[in-house]
């Protein structure tokens, strides 16, 4: 009965100072995906590589204090895909592979387009490059989670402006209709969704440090698990923790039978 987590971090170094670790030994997830490490090779210290009870597996950036994926396991995969072919998204340390018999678990943070057109250009291409990755991963029989930031939300309940966000990076209709194409032509599966077909505002898992976004629930649910439809079918339930703030994102935590 695996217990997943995926967490963006905003910086490990920044959650760790919040507590993010502390959390993680007190839920003893079987998995833990994390996204925007903010961090190299040279930065990671022991608890940050292995903590307590855990193998920790790695994808980089090149660029310094920047993207940067991580699976932890509490045992060492069988075996570990570190990018996913793609040299440009690569080269941004955004995609972990690990596998553990017939489950694989990977950590991915999709490109934001928010702060500028020229990254916005970027996420259409890495939209483009990684769907046929998505169907090969589907077509491989093995049963897979795919945990992270997509910085996609996909429906109108996943976010609280919904109206205001429609021309905006991460609400476009392109990037909506991307992620309709992964769950009803791929056959993925947004597992949260699954279990809680309904839910809008206790749903979100990203809070804009700009005005009162946080203490209002001006939010957006983009962190997700996508999963095949086995190990889907398994969800048993689905939560957010918002109890304490390590950075931006909440950890969404999905336990399977």
């Known amino acids: 009965m695996p217990t997943i987590v995926s967490a963006n971090l905003n910086g490990i170094r920044s959650a760790a100072k919040k507590g993010f670790f502390e959390w993680l030994q007190k839920e003893s997830p079987d998995?833990?995906?994390?996204?925007?490490?903010?961090?190299q090779a040279a930065d990671m210290t022991e608890q940050f590589l292995a903590p307590e009870g855990y193998v920790g597996h790695f994808h980089y950036?090149?660029?310094?204090?920047?993207?940067g994926v991580g699976v932890y396991s509490k045992r060492e995969p069988d075996s570990v895909r570190i990018g996913f072919g793609n040299t440009e998204f690569d080269d941004e340390g955004r995609y972990v592979e690990c596998d553990f018999g017939d489950l694989t678990v990977i950590s991915l943070y999709a490109p934001s387009g928010s702060s500028s057109d020229e990254r916005q250009q970027a996420k259409f291409r890495f939209m483009e490059v990684f769907l046929p990755h998505?169907?090969?991963l589907e077509k491989s029989g093995r049963e897979i989670v795919i945990c992270g930031d997509w910085n996609i939300a996909h429906k109108?309940?996943?976010?609280k402006n919904w109206?205001?966000?429609q021309k905006n990076s991460g609400f476009l209709?392109?990037?909506r209709a991307w992620m309709t194409h992964i769950f009803d032509?791929?056959?993925l599966v947004d597992v949260y969704r699954l279990l809680h077909p309904e839910t809008t505002g206790d749903a979100y898992t990203w809070w804009s440090n700009r005005g009162q976004a946080w203490a209002n629930n001006v939010g957006w649910r983009i962190d997700y698990h996508v999963a095949t439809k086995g190990i889907a079918s398994t969800a048993k339930s689905a939560a957010i923790y918002?109890?304490?703030?390590?950075s931006d994102h909440a950890p969404l935590t999905v336990v399977y039978k």
Do not use: H
Not at 31 to 39: D, M, S, T, Y
């Open 242 to 246: 918002k109890e304490q703030r390590f």
């Open 134 to 136: 998505l169907m090969a």
């Open 156 to 159: 109108e309940i996943d976010l």
């Open 61 to 67: 950036a090149q660029k310094k204090g920047y993207s």
């Open 163 to 165: 109206k205001n966000n």
């Open 31 to 39: 998995f833990v995906c994390v996204q925007e490490l903010k961090a």
């Open 173 to 175: 209709p392109e990037e």
């Open 185 to 187: 032509k791929l056959g």
